[in-house]
C-alpha cells in the first residue's frame, strides 16, 4: 500500500510541476503595455494644445501574431486605444500639453491648436522558433492645425529578440518595438508645433 501511495504522490508533484511550468510560458494572449525608462514632465510653458485622436485599425486581421504551432497571438485589449494613449504619453514626455479625444469631434470640441490623427496597418508577432520572436508595427500619423496637415509620415518599426519563453518578454517585445517607432515620431511632431 505504501508503494501505491507513493507513486499517487510522485504521479501528483509530477503533474503539478508540469502545470506550474507549462503557465510560466508564454500566453496566446498578450497584455497591451507601454514602458518607458523616462518620467512624464509638466508642459512647457506657453506650450500649445495638442490632442490626440483615436488611431483608426485598418489592420486586415483581428489578431495580432502567430506561433509556430499556428495558433495565434491575441491582444488583451484594443490595438487602437493602447497605440493612441501611449502616443500621447509618449507627447507628455517631450513637455507637450496633450489631451486624448476618442474622436475627431470630441478633439474639435476642445478647440486644441493641433489634432494628431492615423491609422494603424500592422501590429504583427511572428514566433520564429520557442526562443526567437519578431514584432513589426506600422502606422500612419497626421499632425494639423486649423489651415489643415501640416506634418505626415508613415511609421514603422521592427524588432527581433531571443528569449526564455514567458509571457513578459513577448509584451516587452511589443512595448519595446511601439517604444522605437513613438519616440521618434513624438519627437518630430513636438519640433513641428515649437
Do not use: H, W
Given at each position: 500500500?505504501?508503494?501505491?501511495?507513493?507513486?499517487?504522490?510522485?504521479?501528483?508533484?509530477?503533474?503539478?510541476?508540469?502545470?506550474?511550468?507549462a503557465a510560466c510560458g508564454p500566453s496566446n494572449n498578450v497584455r497591451l503595455i507601454y514602458n518607458t525608462n523616462t518620467s512624464a514632465v509638466l508642459p512647457l510653458p506657453g506650450s500649445p494644445s495638442v490632442a490626440v485622436v483615436m488611431f483608426n485599425d485598418e489592420r486586415t486581421r483581428q489578431?495580432?501574431?502567430?506561433?509556430?504551432?499556428?495558433?495565434?497571438?491575441?491582444?488583451?485589449?484594443t490595438i487602437a486605444d493602447w497605440f493612441s494613449r501611449s502616443l500621447a504619453d509618449e507627447l507628455g514626455r517631450?513637455?507637450?500639453?496633450?489631451?486624448?479625444?476618442?474622436?475627431?469631434?470630441?478633439?474639435?470640441?476642445?478647440?486644441?491648436t493641433y489634432i494628431v490623427t492615423g491609422s494603424i496597418t500592422d501590429v504583427w508577432l511572428q514566433e520564429q522558433s520557442t526562443t526567437r520572436?519578431?514584432?513589426?508595427?506600422?502606422?500612419?500619423?497626421a499632425l494639423s492645425n486649423k489651415k489643415g496637415v501640416i506634418y505626415s509620415e508613415n511609421l514603422s518599426s521592427s524588432q527581433e529578440r531571443q528569449f526564455?519563453?514567458?509571457?513578459?518578454?513577448?509584451?516587452?517585445?511589443?512595448?519595446?518595438?511601439?517604444?522605437?517607432?513613438?519616440v521618434p515620431a513624438a519627437k518630430k511632431i513636438q519640433s513641428q508645433i515649437h
Open positions: 500500500m505504501s508503494i501505491l501511495i507513493r507513486r499517487v504522490v510522485t504521479l501528483a508533484l509530477t503533474l503539478v510541476t508540469l502545470t506550474l511550468l489578431y495580432i501574431g502567430e506561433r509556430k504551432d499556428g495558433s495565434v497571438f491575441t491582444a488583451s485589449s517631450q513637455g507637450v500639453q496633450v489631451s486624448f479625444a476618442s474622436t475627431l469631434e470630441q478633439a474639435r470640441a476642445a478647440n486644441p520572436v519578431q514584432c513589426t508595427i506600422k502606422a500612419k500619423v526564455i519563453p514567458s509571457a513578459s518578454a513577448i509584451e516587452s517585445l511589443l512595448s519595446d518595438t511601439l517604444k522605437d517607432l513613438l
